[in-house]
């Protein structure tokens, strides 16, 4: 008997940002899940450098490799082979062009994009669908669910998804789930708000997982570090605006500390002429998007990770740094509360409160090496009972083996050839 395979659909990958997803991957296979990679694109992207990721892309199939044409061709053939169930998907996707943050060709064109990922779930007998974040990915997903019958689930993350959970048709597309991860307990209760209390069964909360790598990479914090890391895309949610702005005060208090800014986004250039104006070129550093190893080495090079983010999920970088025997000073919002207590673990502050953050990196800097080391051993203590990858991974395993209990839908005869 052919084993079944889960087919794995995110928006870009591989992505620097989004290792936790390479690592839940490998996680389920070790499982005895066989995953099939499927990206939208990511397979000429110049930022990734990790050597996992670029063995990831080379397993990795993309819908949009091959151009319009090859498109149109899935599209025409599922259509003419399944008109009733290529009607009743591509009036769905009319229906999302109502209200949308995209526009509406767009929709018809991810329908088009379900038409192509159809005929290689086809062929490959996948027996069910996940995809990662609520938007362009999961809805790709739900029309190769109308298009097929094939089961779906994702992963919802926030912050994106609740800026406008209307405007992506998030609660159309948890109804026709078969069910949905929420990685925090906060991520899963904005999702009861947008549902009947009848759909919540099927919201669970799986939190995503470090591996063996980083669970015995630590090493302790060395007397004279003064170093504060700031790991993340450069981004509004992430308010690294506001950490130059913290930074900037402590200076003129004649705190000596240094400031590194691990990432890079759409806010670099704005984020290095506000390192100019405040006159912290000597103070901070931006490396740049790093291998999963090179942030590794830059976290234990530092006192503790800050973080104070505006709007969140649950940072992967938060849980990397416990993990590594570093305390965490961020903002109490969203389901940071739910892995950090503050004085315990690190330190938690208001969201947008400049005064509020400069203080927390005054008492981080102030502190001893031995409360340092105190605060680490806490964090990390919390972070393995919480984020152990191989824990995590066999509830959501358990889940994608309740889908082989469920007829197939694709019947040999009833599958879906690619054209060429």
Same mark, same amino acid.
């Given at each position: 008997?052919?084993?079944?395979?889960?087919?794995?659909?995110?928006?870009?990958?591989?992505?620097?940002?989004?290792?936790?997803?390479?690592?839940?991957?490998?996680?389920?296979?070790?499982?005895?899940?066989?995953?099939?990679?499927?990206?939208?694109?990511?397979?000429?992207?110049? @930022?990734?450098?990790?050597?996992?990721?670029?063995?990831?892309?080379?397993?990795?199939?993309? =819908?949009?490799?091959?151009?319009?044409?090859?498109?149109?061709?899935?599209?025409?053939?599922?259509?003419?082979?399944?008109?009733?169930?290529?009607?009743?998907?591509?009036?769905?996707?009319?229906?999302?062009? +109502?209200?949308?943050?995209?526009?509406?060709?767009?929709?018809?064109?991810?329908?088009?994009?379900?038409? +192509?990922?159809?005929?290689?779930?086809?062929?490959?007998?996948?027996?069910?669908?996940?995809?990662?974040?609520?938007?362009?990915?999961?809805?790709?997903?739900?029309?190769?669910h109308l298009l097929s019958g094939l089961s779906y689930s994702f992963t919802v993350h926030g912050p994106d998804e609740?800026? /406008?959970?209307?405007?992506?048709?998030?609660?159309?597309?948890?109804?026709?789930?078969?069910?949905?991860?929420?990685?925090?307990?906060?991520?899963?209760?904005?999702?009861?708000?947008?549902?009947?209390?009848?759909?919540?069964?099927?919201?669970?909360?799986?939190?995503?997982? $470090?591996?063996?790598?980083?669970?015995?990479?630590? +090493?302790?914090?060395?007397?004279?570090?003064?170093?504060?890391?700031?790991?993340?895309?450069?981004?509004?949610?992430?308010?690294?605006?506001?950490?130059?702005?913290?930074?900037?005060? $402590?200076?003129?208090?004649?705190?000596?500390?240094?400031?590194?800014?691990?990432?890079?986004?759409?806010?670099?250039?704005?984020?290095?002429?506000?390192?100019? @104006?405040? /006159?912290?070129?000597?103070? =901070?550093?931006?490396?740049?998007?790093?291998?999963?190893?090179?942030?590794?080495?830059?976290?234990?090079?530092?006192?503790?990770?800050? $973080?104070?983010?505006?709007?969140?999920?649950?940072?992967?970088?938060?849980?990397?740094?416990?993990?590594?025997?570093?305390?965490? $000073?961020?903002?109490?919002?969203?389901?940071?509360?739910?892995?950090?207590?503050?004085?315990?673990?690190?330190?938690?502050?208001?969201? /947008?409160? =400049?005064?509020?953050? @400069?203080?927390?990196?005054?008492?981080?800097?102030?502190?001893?090496?031995?409360?340092?080391?105190?605060?680490?051993?806490?964090?990390?203590? +919390? %972070?393995?009972?919480?984020?152990?990858?191989?824990?995590? %991974?066999?509830?959501?395993?358990?889940?994608?083996?309740?889908?082989?209990?469920?007829?197939?839908?694709?019947?040999?005869?009833?599958?879906?050839?690619?054209?060429?």
């Amino acid at each position: 008997m052919r084993k079944s395979i889960i087919a794995y659909l995110i928006n870009q990958y591989p992505k620097v940002s989004h290792t936790f997803i390479r690592r839940e991957i490998a996680a389920l296979e070790r499982e005895g899940i066989e995953v099939m990679r499927i990206a939208l694109r990511g397979w000429n992207d110049d @930022a990734v450098v990790d050597p996992e990721d670029l063995r990831e892309r080379a397993r990795t199939r993309y =819908v949009l490799e091959g151009g319009v044409l090859r498109l149109l061709s899935a599209t025409l053939s599922i259509a003419v082979c399944h008109p009733k169930r290529f009607a009743a998907a591509l009036w769905v996707a009319l229906c999302f062009t +109502r209200r949308s943050y995209r526009p509406a060709i767009l929709h018809l064109v991810t329908l088009a994009e379900a038409c +192509r990922l159809l005929t290689w779930l086809s062929e490959s007998r996948v027996r069910h669908m996940h995809a990662h974040f609520g938007g362009n990915s999961t809805e790709v997903v739900l029309y190769t669910h109308l298009l097929s019958g094939l089961s779906y689930s994702f992963t919802v993350h926030g912050p994106d998804e609740f800026d /406008g959970p209307s405007f992506i048709r998030l609660p159309e597309k948890i109804r026709s789930a078969r069910f949905v991860i929420a990685i925090s307990s906060f991520t899963r209760s904005q999702l009861f708000r947008l549902i009947d209390e009848a759909h919540w069964s099927k919201i669970k909360v799986i939190h995503c997982g $470090l591996d063996k790598g980083y669970l015995d990479g630590s +090493r302790p914090v060395a007397p004279n570090c003064k170093r504060l890391i700031c790991v993340g895309r450069l981004c509004v949610q992430k308010g690294q605006l506001l950490l130059l702005s913290a930074a900037a005060l $402590l200076v003129r208090e004649g705190v000596h500390f240094e400031l590194v800014l691990v990432g890079d986004g759409e806010m670099r250039a704005e984020i290095e002429k506000s390192i100019a @104006a405040r /006159g912290l070129s000597n103070v =901070v550093r931006i490396t740049g998007w790093l291998s999963n190893n090179q942030v590794r080495d830059e976290i234990l090079a530092a006192r503790a990770l800050v $973080l104070p983010s505006f709007a969140e999920g649950l940072p992967v970088a938060i849980m990397e740094a416990m993990a590594l025997r570093r305390p965490v $000073l961020a903002t109490y919002i969203s389901g940071i509360p739910e892995l950090i207590t503050n004085g315990k673990e690190g330190w938690l502050f208001p969201a /947008g409160s =400049v005064d509020d953050l @400069a203080a927390a990196m005054r008492e981080c800097l102030e502190a001893s090496v031995s409360e340092i080391a105190h605060r680490g051993a806490q964090a990390r203590e +919390r %972070v393995l009972t919480r984020h152990d990858i191989h824990e995590e %991974v066999k509830k959501l395993a358990e889940l994608f083996r309740e889908v082989d209990k469920t007829p197939h839908p694709f019947p040999p005869d009833r599958a879906v050839s690619d054209p060429k």
